[in-house]
């Protein structure tokens, strides 16, 4: 395979069953999918999961693959398909290749035998949780309507049980959207998670599913309280938490503070790297975008390669940047936000450019508040030491020393104290991705941590 036939480090997410599953969960987006395939059993075949492993395998240029499962409901298709999909990663495993499976599970079928198999096989599981009792049965409930809060919190004790690794996947929506620490705080204390990703619920007002329309309906996020959500977290997290509770939007920044790459899609410059294939074997371009002018190709008929490194998936990757409006090229936190992911970007700017993230006054927010402390962290990084080390200075100034960060100009002097003007102490940004070892790119430990569970529930 020519290296054009392929994209460097593409990653695709497999969905089985498809759109099915055994929750009806208010705010998915997912089950109306369910309609492009009206005759389907949304069952993957033996024989695609056998085409979809060989190929995978062979478009990789990595040594390390990750195979992700997610549905509707993976778990549907029962512990053999899964048993066998390991089976088929030995058998087309190229030398020096290791593999990291992991799958996105409501949880609610999860037991001993599951749990068992997912620590012998080292699968990374993303359980979704919205946090406490009232606010996780809001709205992820069951066919019948239901509460699915004492299946979920059964499956978390399972796991842990099993010492199985696994994440909390939260969304952020209109009935948690006011109890930012309550939900923060359960996660941290009574689930014992260490990471955390909070989703946003940006549910588009039409009977698709498709991202259509300029309205949203009740069940969403409010944008500035979203911001304001994220920022009550991170000001406990600053505090106490640095190093011992990984939430991704936190990595994701400091990332950027630092200086390198994200490693998650919705926050990079482009995308079209990220890809998903239904249960029948047709590849769209990104899971928020399964419909049908999205459609790429099917790997029954098309090698995988080639349908990943097409044209038209070159193009829409590509328009995230291309797209991206002038009054967002100017914004000052456009480093680190990047216009967000593109199925958010249906409002316009004040200027009536169309392409505006509806999220953007709340992450505008939430990235300017976090600026004096990602700058010191990010430092303390460049020099060797650990982010963590802002805990003593949040911890015995509240917080003073590090909103000084974010005060001075470029050419005063750091509030550090090492005599420095402050663009180069404290104030840098540009110019530090070489300053950090590429055997310690934060970059990749980001990415290792939260490339499997990136590609959102919700």
Same mark, same amino acid.
């Given at each position: ?28 987006? /997912? ?13 993957? $075949? ?42 088929? *990663? ?27 198999? /997912?620590? #012998? ?98 069940? $969403? ?47 990079? #410059? ?20 399964? #419909? ?50 593109? &199925? ?22 939430? /990235?300017?508040?976090?600026?004096? $402390? ?5 430092? *303390? ?42 663009? &180069? ?17 934060? $970059? ?15």
């Amino acid at each position: 395979m020519s290296k054009k036939d392929a994209l460097p480090g593409f990653h695709l997410m497999a969905k089985p069953t498809g759109a099915a599953c055994n929750l009806g969960c208010k705010y998915c987006f /997912f089950l109306s999918k369910k309609n492009l395939y009206p005759k389907s059993s949304f069952r993957m $075949s033996d024989e695609l999961l056998e085409t979809y492993i060989r190929q995978y395998v062979e478009s990789q240029r990595s040594p390390s693959v990750t195979i992700a499962w997610q549905g509707g409901e993976p778990t549907l298709m029962g512990l053999d398909f899964f048993r066998r999909s390991i089976e088929l *990663e030995e058998k087309y495993r190229r030398p020096g290749m290791t593999f990291q499976n992991t799958m996105q599970t409501n949880g609610t079928l999860l037991d001993d035998e599951w749990c068992e198999f /997912f620590r #012998e096989t080292n699968f990374l599981i993303g359980l979704s949780l919205d946090g406490p009792r009232e606010l996780h049965d809001a709205y992820r409930v069951d066919k019948l309507g239901g509460p699915t809060f004492d299946r979920v919190m059964k499956a978390a004790r399972l796991l842990k049980k099993h010492e199985v690794d696994f994440n909390i996947l939260t969304t952020v929506h209109a009935a948690n959207q006011d109890h930012p620490l309550e939900v923060y705080r359960f996660l941290r204390d009574e689930v014992k998670t260490d990471f955390i990703q909070f989703i946003p619920i940006v549910e588009r007002d039409n009977d698709t599913g498709y991202q259509e329309g300029d309205t949203v309906t009740d069940r $969403s996020v409010d944008p500035e309280k979203y911001g304001r959500f994220l920022i009550s977290v991170f000001d406990e997290w600053v505090k106490r938490d640095v190093g011992k509770t990984f939430v991704q939007i936190f990595d994701v920044a400091l990332a950027a503070w630092s200086g390198v790459p994200a490693g998650i899609c919705a926050f990079s #410059e482009t995308c079209g790297t990220a890809m998903v294939m239904e249960h029948n074997g047709d590849v769209y371009s990104c899971d928020h975008f399964v #419909e049908p002018k999205y459609l790429l190709g099917n790997i029954n008929e098309r090698p995988l390669s080639k349908i990943a490194s097409s044209a038209k998936q070159r193009k829409f990757g590509r328009d995230k940047l291309d797209l991206l409006p002038e009054y967002c090229r100017k914004c000052e936190v456009r480093f680190v936000c990047n216009g967000e992911c593109p &199925k958010n970007r249906f409002i316009k700017t004040p200027d009536g450019e169309p392409g505006l993230n509806y999220l953007c006054s709340g992450y505008k927010e939430f /990235f300017r508040h976090i600026d004096g $402390s990602m700058r010191f962290m990010a430092d *303390e990084l460049r020099r060797g030491r650990a982010p963590a080390n802002i805990m003593s200075y949040t911890g015995s100034c509240e917080g003073k020393v590090i909103k000084a960060f974010a005060k001075p100009g470029r050419n005063d002097p750091c509030p550090c104290g090492s005599g420095l003007k402050f663009k &180069k102490c404290h104030g840098r940004i540009e110019g530090q991705r070489d300053a950090i070892p590429a055997e310690e790119s934060l $970059s990749k430990k980001i990415g290792d941590r939260w490339k499997s569970v990136s590609k959102r529930f919700s």
